[in-house]
């Protein structure tokens, strides 16, 4: 069974930026496709930004230009930075991984814009 764990959610600014990590309990190197998901209150599941396994990323238009995702296929991990906060950005942020044999999904974790 595959874990996804996200850390680093948390409170912050307008304007401030934050980093999310997931690690994942196993290789990722089969993982063909890896991403970060968000939900806010009433609202559709949505991609925040997704990366294959040639490194072809795609993000959502609201976070075009200010959210960066990488992916260490070292340390199984990958991460997203998010700068320029906004308060429609507030959400919980989902971790998701996909390969042939499964689709997996983290646990979550807050992420709120306020000041």
């Known amino acids: 069974q595959v874990q996804l764990v996200e850390f680093g959610g948390g409170l912050v600014q307008p304007g401030g930026s934050l980093r999310l990590s997931c690690s994942v309990s196993?290789?990722?190197?089969?993982?063909?496709?890896m991403g970060w998901y968000r939900q806010a209150p009433g609202k559709q599941r949505e991609l925040v930004a997704s990366i294959t396994k040639g490194n072809t990323i795609r993000y959502g238009d609201p976070v075009k230009g200010r959210f960066t995702i990488s992916r260490d296929n070292a340390k199984n991990t990958i991460d997203l930075q998010m700068n320029s906060l906004k308060p429609e950005d507030t959400a919980v942020y989902y971790c998701?991984?996909?390969?042939?044999?499964?689709?997996?999904w983290g646990q979550g974790t807050q992420v709120t814009v306020s000041s």
């Open positions: 196993r290789s990722i190197l089969s993982m063909n496709v």
């Open positions: 998701n991984a996909q390969e042939i044999t499964g689709l997996y």
